[in-house]
């Protein structure tokens, strides 16, 4: 006779007949609640609204609501002997906690928004007692939060609150069919494996009877147990396994819910390695851990003990998991900075591996910043998201602008949610692209994005995955392990160059316009600050405010996590960090103001009246300034001050203006009726900027629908638009400036443009104003230039990059929105154009010259998006040269870091005689090598200097120090002696590789 033929389906009900069977339902728990739209301490947690007596289908709240519940029952006597838990779901977060309000167990609602084909994200059983003698009294406290993982309203109804019994071999026996079932069900139709194993099941499917009884159970299990103990032989690839929780400190859900989310996350994972003794897990982001310390005290000392155990993994070196194509270069240094000394200093170690799973694409400046930091190792995985070309490679090396490498891995499985079940093991040994060069990978297991990390239903397949014939072996251990492992073979493995280009997500380098401006300005305000604080406190004595520096940095590095600073956040996120943002940023000045008043009244030696001008810039500032409604042509030295009496001066040179053309000596740009601009001549070189017919700043709406804050349409520029077109303009001629105003209204917004050119200068200003109103809209700028280039060059972090401009390919097909930071240029042999901006980060350039992303607004997840005012300054600047012979980058600081002017007053009660009207305390020899910083040192008082050379050539030049120093070193990133500096008359020579970073450690007297 045949064999029965094999039926999934049938065994699947099997499965899940299984499941049902795994609790029995003793008793219900009494629930009442105290409601607060905001969360309260444990000692308030009566404060709230009352809700008593709830039953399932009692509703308790809505989103976004907070509450603490208190359960509470009697075990039943008949439950003696037996292992009791409590079932509870409440249709939202919830946290239970001990007697003294700590957190102990975190639990999720069973319906909670997840990607099912990664497993359910529900937690929601307590253990009790492993054996109850009944009788037991039940009084449980839990914090609750009416949203799901992803922030998501479920009804905010109590859905089950029991006391019951859980039959241990049932739950067995689940996990045993659960595992062979899916194994089963993946191996060849023709294997052996597959057939034995089915064979397996569907003879224990036959055995149970309608009463499911412990000895049926026992037999099945028996029935099984061969199968689950046949080993594989020697391994071809064996994978490592680290329980994850990837955790975004906002998205769909503020702040102050993941400060929460972190406590129930970490609670749960303490419990579950009290009942899994292999498990290891592994959190990044010191900003979380440092929430965890100052709101949950005993939790984070639980924390600390498991830490020093070596089963709970510190990962990623940064302070949070930072956006890396919008955050700036010496920001992204102090998220090192600031996350290894945390590391250091709460746990007695640091890192060697960046830790960015989810960020949206990854600046080509990185690979050096994580080298200078002693950073070997980089982990992502965000890169398998990519819409036209896979990346050919999850282990390999990445090579950054200067040369740097790291090896970086991808998990090959391409998630951060594993479920850690037989499909992701086939699925890692199958799709590995670098398995025929490497034996190991990486596996992330456990509910991450909102949190809620690895349960049971992980651990417990992981332990029968060990060495189970048809998957390949897999061990649980931390990624720094498996990193160390994988870099045994790095002569291996092939490199790639340049950025890791994300094809998704474009629409992030602009949507939430006003959070990028913030952002923007408080990296130049805190570049300010460090360098006015050093300056005060050489001249003045005055106190470096090294405390409330690192508070308003790490604040700020905060607002830099990849769904804050990118814009794919909810309304609440923008509307707090908004006035976070007023609040840091008012701050910063504060305490600029205080330090450059004190210095201006040091300068001009307490004589009232004078104007006292600060450049932080590492190059001499000749400019028309504006000071007290006068316009003076004014000179101040590199890094340092000039005290000036006002004065007016008139330009030597004639300005013009009027509703057709802004001119100067050397720019004239003619406009035509409907605002566009028809003709910009460069009058030095006799040459036309503009295409022959095609006007410039060109003010375009662009259909957004369909849209959202990651995405536009890559067709967006062949569906419906409109062009701006002006209403109203007004010219005219204030000082040394020739400006020409013009008003736009369309639907519900206005556009005020003032376009302007100043004496002797070569750059046209866009100063921008808007009322936003629209919706699904996107606000462009084109530029079609007369340049012949074949890249494009676009500033990034300590230095730049080029892209060709051609779509030959599927890859730059692909990478038609690209980033640039103070300035991207067109530029051919000899000449070319840049566009300066002050906060926006979004181009598209091709061989018609560049477009510029102004504004953005979708309607998800922020209903409201950049409604509201903005301000915004970009500019055209046309140079001799390409972009580098041009020192492009020179204009881009100038346009964000513009002089200061501060009026002189007595503003100390001892003034020290002899001060200089003049005064540079650095100055560099090489026009290609900037000063990004200038700080005191985290450790001393001595101060710090960081240069990078700006071209992507070689330099040797000298670094001087017009402050006395007793010595000089060399330092990495994280101010780490390397070498000892000579001082030779007050200077100390370098060289400089393309794009190198360089950071020296001055001792002063």
């Not at 003698?133 to 939060?145: N, P």
Request: charged residues 25%; proline residues 5%.
């Amino acid at each position: 006779m045949p064999y029965e033929p094999f039926n999934l389906d049938r065994l699947r009900e099997m499965k899940d007949m299984i499941e049902q069977h795994i609790y029995v339902e003793r008793a219900p728990l009494t629930v009442n609640a105290w409601v607060t739209k905001e969360p309260v301490a444990f000692e308030d947690r009566m404060s709230g609204k009352p809700v008593q007596d709830l039953k399932p289908g009692s509703k308790w709240g809505e989103l976004w609501d907070c509450a603490w519940f208190h359960f509470e029952g009697t075990v039943p006597a008949e439950s003696a002997g037996q292992k009791v838990v409590l079932l509870i779901d409440v249709n939202g977060e919830l946290c239970l906690v001990d007697e003294e309000g700590t957190p102990r167990q975190g639990l999720t609602n069973v319906n909670s928004e997840f990607e099912t084909a990664l497993g359910k994200p529900g937690k929601r059983v307590v253990l009790i007692a492993e054996q109850a003698q009944g009788g037991e009294a039940i009084d449980v406290w839990g914090d609750a939060g009416c949203n799901d993982l992803f922030g998501r309203y479920h009804s905010g109804t109590l859905k089950e609150a029991v006391i019951a019994t859980c039959r241990e071999q049932v739950r067995g026996l689940y996990y045993d069919v659960e595992v062979l079932l899916e194994l089963g069900r993946l191996l060849p139709e023709d294997s052996s494996r597959r057939a034995q194993i089915l064979q397996a099941l569907y003879e224990a499917s036959l055995i149970f009877s309608e009463h499911f009884t412990d000895e049926e159970v026992a037999r099945a299990r028996a029935l099984l147990a061969p199968q689950l103990a046949k080993k594989g032989g020697d391994p071809t690839l064996t994978v490592s396994a680290v329980g994850h929780a990837h955790m975004d400190l906002a998205w769909l859900w503020p702040i102050r819910e993941t400060i929460r989310k972190g406590a129930r996350t970490f609670a749960t994972v303490l419990r579950m390695m009290e009942r899994y003794p292999d498990y290891v897990f592994g959190a990044s982001q010191p900003q979380l851990y440092q929430w965890i310390k100052e709101h949950y005290p005993k939790l984070y000392e639980e924390i600390k003990e498991r830490i020093q155990e070596g089963r709970w993994e510190l990962q990623g070196a940064m302070w949070v998991e930072p956006d890396s194509n919008v955050s700036g270069g010496e920001a992204l240094i102090r998220q090192i900075l600031y996350g290894q000394r945390f590391y250091q200093e709460e746990f007695g170690q640091t890192v060697k591996s960046l830790w960015v799973p989810d960020i949206f694409g990854y600046t080509a400046s990185l690979p050096q910043l994580l080298k200078k930091s002693g950073i070997q190792y980089m982990v992502t995985q965000k890169l398998s998201w990519n819409q036209y070309n896979d990346y050919p490679h999850h282990t390999f090396f990445w090579e950054g602008i200067d040369g740097s490498k790291v090896l970086t891995h991808l998990p090959p499985e391409d998630t951060y949610n594993s479920p850690a079940a037989p499909r992701s093991l086939i699925k890692i040994d199958k799709e590995y692209h670098d398995k025929n060069v490497s034996d190991r990978a990486l596996m992330l297991f456990g509910i991450g994005d909102g949190g809620g990390g690895p349960g049971e239903e992980h651990l417990e397949r992981l332990e029968r995955e060990r060495n189970l014939l048809g998957l390949p072996p897999v061990v649980q251990e931390p990624s720094a392990v498996f990193l160390e492992r994988l870099n045994e073979q790095r002569d291996r493995y092939k490199t790639w160059r340049g950025e890791l280009y994300l094809e998704k997500h474009q629409g992030t380098l602009t949507t939430q316009g006003k959070n990028k401006r913030y952002n923007r300005l408080m990296e130049k305000a805190l570049r300010e600050l460090e360098f006015a604080a050093v300056l005060a406190k050489q001249l003045c004595g005055i106190p470096y405010p090294q405390q409330e520096l690192e508070q308003i940095w790490k604040e700020t590095l905060l607002y830099q996590f990849h769904d804050i600073l990118p814009g794919s956040s909810i309304k609440r996120v923008y509307d707090e960090s908004v006035a976070r943002y007023e609040v840091l940023l008012d701050q910063t000045e504060s305490l600029i103001a205080e330090r450059y008043e004190a210095i201006a009244a040091h300068a001009s030696g307490g004589a009232m009246g004078k104007v006292v001008l600060f450049n932080s810039l590492p190059w001499e500032r000749k400019e028309w300034l504006s000071i007290g409604g006068k316009w003076q042509h004014v000179q101040v030295p590199p890094m340092g001050y000039s005290v000036v009496a006002p004065s007016e001066d008139a330009p030597q040179t004639a300005l013009s203006a009027s509703t057709q053309a802004l001119e100067n000596e050397l720019l004239k740009a003619e406009f035509s009726a409907d605002g566009t601009i028809v003709s910009i001549l460069d009058k030095r070189h006799g040459r036309e900027l503009l295409r022959a017919g095609e006007p410039a700043n060109v003010l375009t709406l662009y259909d957004d629908r369909g849209g959202d804050a990651w995405d536009f349409r890559g067709d967006y520029r062949s569906r419906p638009s409109s062009q701006l077109r002006v209403t109203s303009v007004q010219a005219g001629v204030d000082g040394a400036k020739a400006y020409l105003e013009q008003t736009y209204v369309f639907g519900s917004s206005q556009l005020i443009q003032t376009i302007s050119l100043t004496a002797g200068s070569e750059r046209l200003d866009f100063d921008t104003k808007v009322h936003w109103q629209e919706n699904q809209k996107m606000l462009r700028a084109a530029f079609p230039l007369d340049v012949r280039a074949g890249e494009v060059t676009s500033e990034i972090q300590f230095g730049y990059l080029k892209r060709p401009l051609h779509r030959n390919t599927s890859w730059d097909f692909a990478r038609d929105e690209i980033c640039a930071h103070h300035w991207i240029d067109l530029s051919e042999s000899g000449y070319g154009v840049s566009i300066l901006n002050d906060s926006k980060y979004g181009y598209r350039a091709d061989e018609y010259g560049l477009d510029i992303n102004l504004l953005r607004s979708p309607g998800y997840p922020d209903e409201t998006a950049d409604r509201g005012e903005h301000e915004f300054t970009y500019a055209l600047f046309p140079h001799e040269g390409d972009a580098a012979a041009a020192a492009v980058y020179k204009a881009g600081y100038e346009l964000n870091v513009p002089l200061r002017a501060v009026s002189a007053a007595a503003q100390i009660q001892q003034v020290p005689e002899g001060a200089p009207a003049s005064f540079s305390v650095f100055e560099v020899n090489h026009s290609q090598v900037m000063i990004e910083a200038v700080k005191q040192a985290e450790d001393s008082e001595a101060v710090i200097v960081r240069l990078y050379e700006t071209s992507g050539s070689r330099a040797v030049g000298k670094l001087k120090l017009h402050l006395p120093a007793v010595s000089a070193a060399e330092v990495n990133l994280m101010e780490q002696k390397l070498a000892e500096a000579a001082i030779t008359e007050g200077s100390v020579d370098f060289t400089m590789k393309p794009f190198e970073i360089k950071t020296y450690q001055f001792d002063l007297k």
